[in-house]
């Protein structure tokens, strides 16, 4: 599976931005997406989760009510709508395809089994 993220930018605080993130290959497999980002300095944190066929998502607290993951199956393709964004959002964000995920273990980066490239987010004040 190959993963192609885009969208990240330069943004004010309070903008928007969406990024997506393109599979390829062997996305039949696929059971969630789910992005994560990385601040300089900091670990990767999990963001947000869509299965794959059920559209069920998950959210990590900071970003609930202003991010919206989305897919279009039809294009392999999820989606990351970022709303009222702010500088503690700033960082690199990477999707990542995860097999035979499970909800616990979602928000363990180990447990995906492939990554794009990642897409700089970044969010002035």
């Known amino acids: 599976v190959q993963l192609q993220a885009s969208g990240g930018g330069l943004v004010q605080a309070g903008g928007s931005l969406r990024l997506a993130c393109a599979a390829s290959?062997?996305?039949?497999?696929?059971?969630?997406m789910t992005w994560f980002r990385q601040a300089p300095g900091k670990e990767r944190e999990f963001v947000a989760a869509?299965?794959?066929?059920?559209?069920?998502?998950y959210y990590t607290d900071s970003v609930k009510g202003r991010f919206t993951a989305t897919r279009d199956n039809a294009k392999n393709t999820v989606y990351l709508q970022m709303n009222s964004l702010k500088p503690e959002d700033t960082a690199v964000y990477y999707c990542?395809?995860?097999?035979?995920?499970?909800?616990?273990?979602?928000?363990?980066?180990?447990?995906?089994?492939?990554w794009g490239q990642g897409t700089l987010v970044t969010v002035s004040s």
């Open positions: 990542a395809a995860g097999f035979s995920l499970i909800l616990s273990s979602v928000r363990e980066p180990t447990s995906y089994n492939y």
């Open positions: 290959g062997g996305t039949s497999n696929i059971r969630a």
């Open positions: 869509i299965w794959w066929r059920t559209d069920n998502t």
